[in-house]
């Protein structure tokens, strides 16, 4: 598409421009140009391998020592750590700079956006963060980096330091339930606000893909970003298929 004349970037940038209280929902496709793979676009892990969405259960986790060990090979090899934020994440900063901002619900636990300078108090990590490990059995949490230092050192399943329980990352994983607390605010953010930005997202994964019909509902306007058809493309205003690098700053900051 030509960017600047496209209607229906004309007609988003004008909901934009009309918006003082925005909420952005972000998913795993905001990410895949800084280099982490998402679930199920395309090129998705589990597109690609659909048997590997039964391991990600917190049962098997709990349960089986030989996938915690192959949970840990994985984590030292993640994508986060080389990954920059990118043209996608600096359109949202720039949201927030504004002022238009209300808050940054992120499906993403890699902690891209806060990276790129958005305001830890203004995103809900719904699903938890890579970047620090909990103890399943004392609650404890320790910086990731420590553990995996651990697991270079030769441990390779290593335990809590304080109590011997099973260390997971503080991720949210299947089978295991969201922080009521956050999904309330989330709720409550998207009930309250006058545009919804959906970015990223197959919007198929649930409690928080609800936030979407919740907003719209409370009659605010809602803008979908994604490079493929979501769940939720009917409910929409304005969709946007294509690039996310490209379609957000064509949004916000161009
Ligand atoms: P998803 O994998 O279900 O969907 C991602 C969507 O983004 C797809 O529809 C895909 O077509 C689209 N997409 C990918 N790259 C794009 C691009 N450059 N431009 C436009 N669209 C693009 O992701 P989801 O809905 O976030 O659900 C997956 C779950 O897995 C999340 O809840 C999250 O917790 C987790 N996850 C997180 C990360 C991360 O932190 N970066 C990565 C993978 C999965």
Redesign the pocket.
């Known amino acids: 598409m030509s960017m600047p004349t496209d209607p229906a970037i004309v007609a988003a940038r004008a909901l934009i421009a009309a918006a003082s209280r925005i909420v952005a929902l972000t998913?795993?496709?905001i990410?895949?140009?800084s280099g982490?793979?998402?679930?199920?676009?395309?090129q998705?892990?589990w597109t690609k391998n659909p048997g590997a969405e039964k391991l990600a259960t917190l049962q098997t986790y709990m349960t089986e020592p030989d996938l915690r060990r192959r949970a840990w090979q994985a984590r030292l090899h993640h994508e986060t750590w080389d990954a920059l934020p990118n043209a996608g994440h600096a359109a949202l900063v720039a949201l927030e700079t504004r002022g238009q901002l209300d808050t940054l619900i992120t499906?993403?636990?890699?902690g891209l956006h806060q990276r790129a300078g958005s305001s830890a108090q203004r995103v809900i990590e719904i699903?938890g963060t890579i970047h620090d490990v909990v103890c399943m059995a004392c609650g404890d949490r320790a910086p990731m980096q420590t553990a995996l230092q651990r697991v270079r050192g030769g441990e390779d399943d290593p335990a809590c330091l304080r109590c011997g329980g099973i260390l997971k990352s503080a991720t949210i994983s299947f089978g295991q339930s969201l922080v009521i607390a956050d999904l309330a605010r989330a709720d409550r953010a998207a009930r309250s606000c006058d545009l919804l930005l959906a970015i990223?997202?197959?919007?198929?994964?649930f409690p928080i893909a609800a936030v979407v019909p919740a907003a719209k509902r409370a009659g605010a306007k809602l803008i979908l970003?994604?490079?493929?058809a979501?769940a939720m493309d009917a409910l929409a205003d304005v969709v946007l298929h294509?690039?996310?690098?490209e379609i957000l700053p064509a949004l916000i900051t161009e």
Not at 242 to 245: C, D, L, Q
């Open positions: 998913g795993a496709g990410s895949t140009e982490i793979p998402d679930f199920r676009g395309p998705g892990v499906q993403n636990i890699d699903h990223g997202s197959s919007l198929s994964v970003v994604n490079g493929q979501t294509g690039r996310i690098g």
